[in-house]
């Protein structure tokens, strides 16, 4: 898709399809007051009836309007105005971009963003903009016998303003093109099923970035070159899988060569079946997903890339499958990790930390300025916060605090919760230095307890994504969640 900005006159403006905000007021706006003028009181009329429900998304289809150029005008109600905030405007743009997503057209004319959301600048504007509106056309290609033959959706896409858009509009605009193009690769990779979805295929795709921008530098490391580094504890998840694991690196050098990078870790289990502690089968499938932290880090570097942000980054991603069989790992063998802390495994389920452990040890070398880990990492988070809020957990409150506020603007937020000392208990063993696992209570934060213990010599936080990187049911799909987190934190220590 592509995505511009211009000044115009609406009435006058020539598209298939022209979308403009109606506030649910008296006073339905300035865009609104145009059209009405133009058309002689045609829509004033329309509205009066009631045909355009209130709340903010909801949307009316007007065709062949007498004294508008444009085909079509799609009205879009922006709530009450006094109400008026980003969550409004986020539902008028989804709105707008499911609509586009299906409609018979090439090309429309959306000047929404032009209508002032509180405290909110006008890059920020044109970004959610331009993110919501690509994000909506985003279709994942299922394998079927008989190729779909319409298609529909509009592949260009104008901002329009009432004045000359300022620059910063316009890179607002490429910035939320970027960030949902990286956001199709991470939902593709986690919708793709898992016999295709390989860590071979994840090592692959990593290439792929690095072929695709120079300033991407990847390495992949095999079984054998994983064994050299020394991460034991990885290793012993992979152990019981056909599938060679993979660890992989990726390095962005946009910044000044002696800034410290922001290094990004990902949890790339590509299927989970929990190991030898078997998961029950019901909705197994969707352990294909417990690859999507992995999946984030890709396609954030994918839209950093793409618009050559000034700034160092590394990513780190561990990659394997969690499977049973003969030589797979066992409830009670103990490990060593790449930090030389011993692991007790009781259970093979709680795999997740046993390979970031490793790969977050590994992030020392880089000397970083802050590590974020992205993983679904415990069915806890889902009973804690839900599908709505990711979990997050850091051992330096001002980078949590970052973080939880860029969730905010972003429109993807998480919620920290504690890393008291107190729940280290839980993860006592009588054969290692450590458990794998601290028992019921408190789970996503025992799980962050056990990552803790190897990221003392830097700044880092944890996102556990396990109830927002994918939607279960009929919508059953990856959300490219937590990539506009990533994208905005990494854009704004870019920027400032
Ligand atoms: N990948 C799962 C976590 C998960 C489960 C994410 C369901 C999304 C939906 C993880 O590897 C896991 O199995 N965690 C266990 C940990 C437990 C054994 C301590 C869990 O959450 O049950
Ligand atoms: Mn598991
Ligand atoms: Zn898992």
């Known amino acids: 898709m592509e995505v511009s900005t211009k000044a115009l006159v609406p009435e006058k403006q020539k598209t298939a399809c022209l979308v403009v905000g109606v506030f649910a007021d008296k006073d339905p706006g300035p865009q609104a007051n145009r059209l009405n003028d133009a058309t002689d009181g045609q829509l004033g009329r329309i509205l009066a009836r009631g045909d355009l429900e209130a709340r903010a998304g909801a949307s009316l289809l007007l065709s062949g309007l007498n004294g508008v150029a444009a085909e079509r005008v799609l009205l879009v109600s922006m709530g009450k105005g006094e109400e008026f905030n980003d ?17 018979k057209a090439d090309e429309a004319v959306v000047a929404l963003a032009d209508i002032a959301v509180p405290n909110r600048d006008l890059a920020w504007h044109t970004r959610t903009a331009a993110q919501l509106i690509a994000d909506a056309a985003y279709k994942y290609d299922v394998p079927r016998a008989k190729k779909e033959e319409e298609t529909r959706g509009v592949a260009r896409v104008v901002l329009g303003f ?3 858009p300022t620059a910063d509009a316009t890179r607002g605009a490429a910035q939320g093109l970027a960030l949902a193009n990286g956001m199709s690769l991470t939902r593709t990779l986690g919708n793709l099923p898992a016999n295709v ?18 300033s991407v530098k990847v390495e992949v490391f095999d079984k ?6 020394g991460m034991g504890s990885f290793l012993s998840v992979a152990q019981g899988s056909v599938q060679p694991p993979r660890f992989i690196v990726l390095k962005y050098n946009g910044g000044k060569a002696k800034t410290k990078p922001v290094v990004l870790v990902g949890k790339g289990v590509t299927f989970d079946t929990g190991g030898i502690s078997l998961k029950p089968g019901e909705g197994m499938d969707e352990m294909k997903y417990d690859m999507c932290g992995a999946a984030s880090v890709l396609g954030t570097f994918q839209a950093v ?41 009781l259970n093979t389920d709680a795999e997740g930390r046993l390979i970031l452990c490793d790969a977050l040890t590994y992030a020392e070398r880089f000397d970083p300025a802050c590590v974020v880990d992205i993983a679904t990492l415990t069915g806890a988070c889902i009973i804690a916060l839900g599908h709505h809020t990711s979990g997050l957990l850091a051992n330096d409150d001002e980078l949590a605090r970052e973080l939880q506020d860029t969730g905010v603007s972003a429109g993807d937020r998480a919620w920290q919760l504690p890393l008291f000392d107190e729940y280290q208990e839980q993860l006592k063993s009588n054969f290692a230095d450590m458990a794998n696992i601290g028992g019921r209570p408190a789970g996503t934060i025992t799980a962050a307890c056990f990552l803790a213990r190897y990221t003392k010599k830097y ?15 009929a919508e059953k799909g990856a959300t490219g969640r937590p990539v506009p987190l990533l994208f905005n934190f990494i854009l704004q220590r870019a920027t400032h």
């Not at 969550?87 to 409609?103: D, E, M, V």
């Not at 071979?200 to 921008?213: D, F, R």
């Not at 700044?459 to 049911?473: C, E, I, P």
């Open 305 to 345: 890339a793409e618009l050559d942000l000034p700034i160092n980054l590394v990513g780190l991603i561990p990659a394997t499958e969690n499977m049973p069989s003969g030589i797979a790992t066992k409830p009670g063998d103990v490990v060593t990790s790449l930090s030389g802390q011993t692991i007790e495994i």
């Open 87 to 103: 969550k409004a405007y986020r539902n008028a743009l989804s709105a707008t971009g499911r609509f586009l997503a299906s409609l």
């Open 224 to 229: 054998a070159g994983i064994e050299k580094i």
């Open 162 to 164: 009432a004045l000359k």
């Open 459 to 473: 700044k880092w936080a944890h996102l556990d994504v396990a109830g927002t990187a994918w939607k279960s049911g």
């Open 197 to 214: 979805c390989t860590p071979t295929y994840l090592g692959e795709t990593a290439k792929k970035l690095g072929k695709a921008h120079k």
